[in-house]
């Protein structure tokens, strides 16, 4: 399975973008998706996800109140939103699937808790 990742751009400080996670061949309405960052010289981190039945959504703090994570299942889609970003929301966003965790428990934001994974999208908070 082969996620891919889009909506990425260049944003001014206080902006919004919106991403979006697919995949074709296959849905992801019966996973829980992850939302990771990757910013310049650092190590990938998770920043949120929605767990599989959509009822749950886990949040890294330094997003909170800021991004949101939503899925629409008519178009096997799995969106970020992102608003008021900051430049340290500068880097590089991918999506990823738990394809193996039970149905309605909270999802996490661990890596290795991830199944398939997409190639990544840059976003760029810059003025």
């Known amino acids: 399975v082969q996620l891919q990742a889009s909506g990425g751009g260049l944003v001014q400080p206080g902006g919004s973008l919106r991403l979006s996670c697919t995949t074709s061949g296959t849905t992801l309405n019966y996973y829980a998706i992850g939302w990771f960052r990757q910013a310049p010289g650092k190590e990938r981190e998770g920043i949120l996800c929605i767990s599989n039945n959509d009822e749950k959504t886990t949040y890294e703090d330094s997003v909170k109140g800021r991004f949101t994570i939503s899925r629409d299942k008519s178009k096997n889609t799995v969106y970020l939103q992102m608003n008021s970003l900051k430049p340290e929301d500068t880097g590089v966003y991918y999506c990823?699937?738990?394809?193996?965790?039970?149905?309605?428990?909270?999802?996490?934001?661990?890596?290795?808790?991830?199944?398939?994974w997409g190639q990544g999208t840059l976003v760029t908070v810059s003025s």
């Open positions: 990823a699937a738990d394809a193996n965790r039970g149905w309605g428990v909270k999802c996490e934001l661990y890596q290795v808790s991830y199944d398939y």
